[in-house]
């Protein structure tokens, strides 16, 4: 969640493993199912018999990392006996993956794999086979624990949030000209996600893939739930003069930070450090104060990254550049974060700017440069 935070606890730098396939194979009675990670994870199998026969498996929080796409829930097709799988975060500390099955089945075999060459992933595997409904069921009343692991430490992808702001019923401010700002965000967040895609050092998501409304704070939970190392909120300004133009980049406020407290109450915002209660109280809050500096001096750090970024890319920059406001989608506790306001929809060079298929990429550029700089350093 926090990058380089240099605390020896290791709860405060863990960073959830990413789970970047499952995998089917074997025949219409006996399915093997793979469930690959990068780092080795503790699980829980058990079968439901209510509704959808299903399998079950618990996992401590993960990255869903699914083919490449990183999204907070999924599904995909099966194949022999599963009919399709289901991924979603299950609690502020688990996630949960369901095998919906297509026949009944109970798990024959069940492993893990350790990497022996590079590029190689960890895996759960599990050998589901047909059985009779009478055995299923029996198989269903008692759940019974995986083996468990201890996670090992490796080095994986940053994972950058990008959130176009405003959408559907909310499309932000407009240009004379109708051009409005909730397309542009959208247009340039997909941009920027190409480009990082493109270098294989990231994994990214958006709060928003189309053209929807999302309520401010689940934009928030969704970097918090994935475990985004960096979130950028996507704006264009609006201002009272048309010749005001240019770009600014907004990090939290002093009177902003006074918001995170009662913020993180309403909405169960629960920090790693916080979900080990063996610690005393005051140990848990020093942590906790810790990791809200930290974040805090990243999200200064990359504001202060992206300001030249901009400008290297030729992306014409509003005075005092780095600002500071208590925009809601800057009070992640854990979550460094900026919201750049990437020019003046209401200033006609700015919003032909921002339309130019040509000037988007320098900006996109400019964007995908800060964040290789930033987690360069
Ligand atoms: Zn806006």
């Known amino acids: 969640m926090l990058f380089g935070l240099g605390l020896c606890?290791?709860?405060?730098?863990?960073?959830?493993?990413?789970?970047?396939?499952?995998?089917?194979?074997?025949t219409p009675e006996r399915t093997r199912v793979v469930v690959d990670s990068d780092i080795p994870l503790k699980y829980?199998?058990?079968?439901?018999?209510?509704?959808?026969?299903?399998?079950?498996?618990?996992?401590?929080?993960?990255?869903?990392s699914i083919d490449g796409l990183t999204a907070e829930s999924g599904s995909g097709k099966g194949s022999g006996v599963v009919a399709g799988y289901r991924y979603a975060q299950n609690t502020a500390t688990t996630s949960r993956l369901v095998l919906d099955l297509a026949k009944p089945a109970v798990v024959s075999r069940e492993f893990v794999l350790s990497p022996k060459a590079k590029g190689e992933t960890y895996r759960i595997?599990?050998?589901?086979?047909?059985?009779?409904l009478d055995d299923f069921a029996q198989s269903a009343t008692g759940s019974k624990a995986g083996p468990r692991q201890v996670a090992e430490k490796v080095v994986r992808k940053p994972l950058i949030m990008i959130d176009p702001g405003h959408g559907?019923?909310?499309?932000?401010?407009?240009?004379?000209?109708?051009?409005?700002?909730?397309?542009?965000?959208l247009g340039i967040a997909t941009a920027v996600r190409e480009e990082l895609l493109k270098t294989g050092r990231y994994d990214v998501a958006l709060t928003r893939s189309t053209?929807?409304?999302?309520?401010?704070?689940?934009?928030?939970?969704?970097?918090?739930?994935?475990?985004?190392?960096l979130f950028i909120s996507l704006h264009a300004d609006a201002g009272g003069k048309s010749a005001t133009r240019g770009a600014s980049v907004y990090t939290?406020?002093?009177?902003?930070?006074k918001r995170v407290e009662a913020a993180k109450h309403k909405n169960d915002w629960v920090l790693d450090v916080e979900v080990d209660s063996s610690r005393p109280q005051e140990v848990t809050q020093i942590l906790?104060?810790?990791v809200q500096r930290e974040t805090k001096n990243q999200s200064a750090r990359f504001a202060q990254t992206l300001v030249p970024a901009l400008a290297e890319a030729g992306w014409p920059a509003l005075q005092n550049t780095h600002r500071k406001k208590g925009f809601y989608v800057l009070l992640?506790?854990?979550?460094?974060?900026?919201?750049?306001?990437?020019?003046?929809?209401?200033?006609?060079?700015?919003?032909?700017?921002?339309?130019?298929?040509?000037?988007?990429a320098a900006l996109v550029d400019g964007v995908a440069h800060a964040i290789d700089a930033f987690f360069e350093s």
Do not use: C, Y
């Not at 290791?10 to 194979?25: E, H, I, L, M, W």
């Not at 559907?168 to 965000?185: H, I, N, R, Y």
């Open 9 to 26: 606890a290791p709860a405060v730098a863990d960073t959830p493993a990413r789970v970047t396939s499952v995998r089917f194979g074997g």
């Open 44 to 64: 829980h199998v058990f079968l439901l018999a209510a509704g959808t026969q299903r399998v079950v498996i618990d996992l401590p929080r993960v990255r869903w």
């Open 125 to 132: 595997v599990m050998d589901l086979e047909a059985a009779s």
């Open 168 to 185: 559907g019923k909310d499309p932000g401010a407009s240009s004379k000209q109708g051009l409005q700002e909730k397309d542009v965000t």
């Open 211 to 229: 053209d929807v409304f999302i309520e401010l704070e689940d934009r928030v939970a969704k970097a918090r739930n994935l475990g985004a190392d």
């Open 252 to 257: 939290l406020s002093p009177e902003g930070e």
């Open 288 to 290: 906790a104060d810790l």
């Open 332 to 360: 992640s506790p854990d979550v460094p974060a900026v919201l750049l306001e990437m020019g003046f929809i209401t200033n006609d060079e700015d919003a032909a700017m921002l339309v130019s298929a040509k000037k988007r």
